[in-house]
């Protein structure tokens, strides 16, 4: 059974960080990507970041870039999203998802092969 395992989230204050995990079993870890998307209150889900297990090559959202930074532990199959800078604009369900196409993960929000529970981020101001 492919089983993801999102954490971390929680409460932060505006300009503080949060690192999220999501910790991947059931599955080929180096054959997949695996990445984290987000829903804000209201609004469609969008994605985060993205890593390919194979070889650990990572994309970023554009308007995160320089604030969030994703790597990933094969030896214990786990990703992480580590979030800087936080705004009451990152407040979100987390979601982490595995895909065996990392193309496939950059183009669309939805029908991953896998999905985990999301974990709740709030940041307030």
């Known amino acids: 059974e492919v089983q993801l395992q999102a954490s971390g989230g929680g409460l932060v204050q505006t300009g503080g960080s949060l690192r999220l995990s999501c910790v991947v079993s059931?599955?080929?870890?180096?054959?997949?990507?695996i990445g984290w998307f987000r829903q804000m209150p209201g609004k469609e889900r969008e994605g985060v970041s993205c890593i390919r297990g194979r070889d650990g090559g990572a994309y970023i959202r554009d308007s995160e870039k320089g604030r969030f930074t994703v790597s990933s532990d094969n030896a214990k199959n786990t990703v992480y999203l580590q979030m800087n800078r936080m705004t009451p604009g990152d407040t979100a369900v987390y979601y982490c998802?595995?895909?065996?196409?990392?193309?496939?993960?950059?183009?669309?929000?939805?029908?991953?092969?896998?999905w985990g529970k999301g974990t709740q981020v709030t940041v307030s101001s």
């Open positions: 059931g599955l080929t870890f180096a054959e997949y990507g």
């Open positions: 998802a595995a895909d065996g196409s990392i193309a496939t993960m950059r183009s669309r929000t939805y029908a991953m092969d896998y």
